[in-house]
């Protein structure tokens, strides 16, 4: 059998051993995780910012060549419109003319004898 007093100085040794293994890094310290965390929760606040905003900028620019596309195509059409316009007016502006005497062409030669 063992001395007891041997088997006291035996478990006395053996605590620091054991404290030192199973104590916390000290990086683990209640205030350094919340402040891990905390810095942790701010970078990715920050990315998550940062990925929306870049999302947003895409969609913008999917969307303007539409837009634009869109715009050019309904100036076409106003474009025909008014060459179309344009067209019945000046045949108009031709009748009107032809029909009447102030814009007929006169024959000098035949009014002079």
């Keep these: 059998m063992q001395d007891p ?3 006291c100085d035996l478990h006395h040794s053996s605590r620091p051993f054991i404290e030192n293994f199973y104590s ?4 683990l310290s209640p205030k350094m995780m919340n402040a891990d965390m905390d810095a942790a929760d701010a970078e990715n606040q920050a990315e998550l910012k940062e990925k929306t905003g870049l999302i947003n900028q895409v969609l913008e620019l999917q ?3 539409e837009d634009l596309s869109a715009r050019v195509d309904a100036v076409k059409e106003e474009n025909l419109k008014l060459k179309s316009e344009n067209q019945v007016l000046g045949q108009y502006i031709e009748n009107l003319m032809s029909a009447s005497s102030v814009f007929q062409t006169t024959d000098t030669k035949s ?3």
Excluded: G, I, L
């Design 5 to 7: 007093s041997r088997v």
């Design 24 to 27: 916390r890094p000290k990086s």
């Design 111 to 113: 009014q002079r004898t």
């Design 63 to 65: 969307y303007t060549p």
